[in-house]
């Protein structure tokens, strides 16, 4: 007897209840050793004491905290005083990934709208259009970026040749240069999530909405967004996130005026110079700001949602 029934071994769903503790844990195990420990590694070193020749002394202090917040002076002994030094590097990092995060919305809503409204045939090759440079190393594609604006590069030959510009552009080493960088490393996170709600979205309320007089400023604001707004939303966080955090950009698109949070980090565990327990605690900085930010956005999904 086939089916469903008792004697036709159960439905699809009940086969496997109670499995699901023994189903999950291949992903649990690979979460919990490639991201829980790392993790909790970093932490553990936030709170030792830094060997001079590298690595750390397996001593707790609080010092790499206290270094990144406060300036005691050359020798330690001076009264403390805030230390601005990381604390601009910081801030530097959250305008640059909050810029970047707003361009390439600027730029990916419409694009994410014109490839989900064509034929469906042809939404596959846009599609590919835009993933394509990710077939790419990223540090390949930053590197090219720096050789195309370059100082006597092809975009400066170009616009001195259509005489839209003459001399040198003297982008590269300027906070401009790393916008530049971002933007181009991360416009298809956001591309792609917002193209995903456009897809589903029904296209009879836009119909809908003209039939009752709404202009179309009107319809995006009260139609369209709000009803794309969980793209839109994955999109700023898969391009805010990375953004905050790279250094493959500031390292070599920027320079000395253009230093964000991941050089500062990337700087500490490099050498035998480094101090490990500062990039550590950095780090550690870091992740609880971005914690802190996606905890803020979940509770305020649940309340709405309520």
Request: glycine letters at 12%.
């Amino acid at each position: 007897m086939a089916g469903g029934g008792p004697s036709g071994g159960g439905s699809g769903s009940s086969i496997y209840r109670g499995a699901a503790g023994r189903l999950m844990l291949p992903g649990w195990l690979m979460i919990g050793l490639f991201m829980l420990v790392p993790v909790l590694l970093m932490a553990v070193y936030s709170f030792l004491t830094q060997e001079f020749r590298g690595g750390v002394i397996w001593r707790p202090t609080l010092a790499a905290y206290d270094h990144f917040f406060l300036n005691r002076g050359f020798f330690g002994d001076e009264p403390p005083v805030i230390e601005w030094t990381y604390l601009t590097i910081f801030w530097r990092s959250i305008w640059q990934a909050g810029l970047a995060t707003l361009l390439c919305l600027i730029v990916g809503f419409p694009t994410a709208w014109f490839i989900a409204t064509r034929a469906p045939r042809s939404r596959a090759l846009w599609l590919f259009l835009v993933t394509v440079p990710y077939w790419v190393n990223l540090l390949i594609r930053t590197v090219s970026m720096k050789f195309l604006i370059r100082d006597g590069g092809p975009l400066n030959e170009l616009l001195n040749a259509l005489g839209l510009f003459d001399g040198a552009l003297g982008i590269v080493n300027t906070n401009l240069a790393v916008q530049l960088g971002l933007f181009y490393s991360y416009l298809p996170f956001m591309v792609l999530p917002i193209y995903a709600a456009v897809e589903r979205y029904d296209f009879a309320l836009s119909e809908a909405a003209a039939d009752l007089y709404a202009g179309a400023w009107e319809t995006l604001a009260l139609i369209i967004l709000p009803v794309v707004k969980p793209g839109i939303v994955a999109g700023c966080i898969l391009v805010f996130v990375p953004s905050l955090g790279a250094f493959l950009a500031p390292d070599l698109l920027g320079g000395a005026k253009a230093f964000m949070i991941g050089s500062l980090i990337e700087e500490q565990f490099k050498g035998a110079a480094g101090n490990w327990p500062f990039g550590a605690a950095v780090s550690m900085v870091l992740m609880t700001i971005v914690m802190g930010v996606l905890l803020v956005y979940a509770r305020a999904q649940a309340k709405g949602g309520k």
